[in-house]
């Protein structure tokens, strides 16, 4: 078992910055990947971006690309989504999701996580 919880969630302005951490807990060590995912109200819930556990791959949506920056820290059991840039449009509830399965492609589907942190709301004013 994992358990995630996310943290750093707030309102802020457009063009501003945020910074989302999720920490990790349990059996961390069987992670193959890590995700940011969120979900928009009245949307389906969305990849933003990964990063393989041990290659350190990245990989980001389209809409975020440039913008965002995924990192993670193993001795701390965190992963990180730094956003610059903010848009109105990416107000959404945020969620750290983890990976147990290998897949040799990209992480970018919610079928590939099998745990989920509770999220983290950010909001982005005009």
């Keep these: 078992q994992v358990q995630l919880v996310e943290s750093g969630g707030g309102l802020v302005q457009a063009g501003g910055s945020l910074r989302l951490s999720c920490a990790a807990s349990g059996r961390t060590s069987s ?5 940011w995912f969120r979900q928009a109200p009245g949307k389906e819930r969305e990849f933003v971006a990964f990063i393989r556990r041990r290659n350190d791959l990245t990989d980001y949506a389209d809409s ?26 990416d107000t959404a509830v945020y ?32």
């Design 31 to 35: 992670n193959y990947a890590l995700g």
């Design 95 to 126: 969620y750290c999701a983890a990976a147990v399965g290998y897949f040799a492609g990209s992480y970018s589907r919610e079928v590939q996580y099998d745990y989920w942190g509770q999220g983290t709301q950010v909001t982005v004013s005009s």
């Design 64 to 89: 975020v690309k440039g913008r965002f920056t995924i990192s993670r820290d193993d001795a701390k059991n965190m992963v990180y989504l730094q956003m610059n840039g903010l848009k109105p449009e």
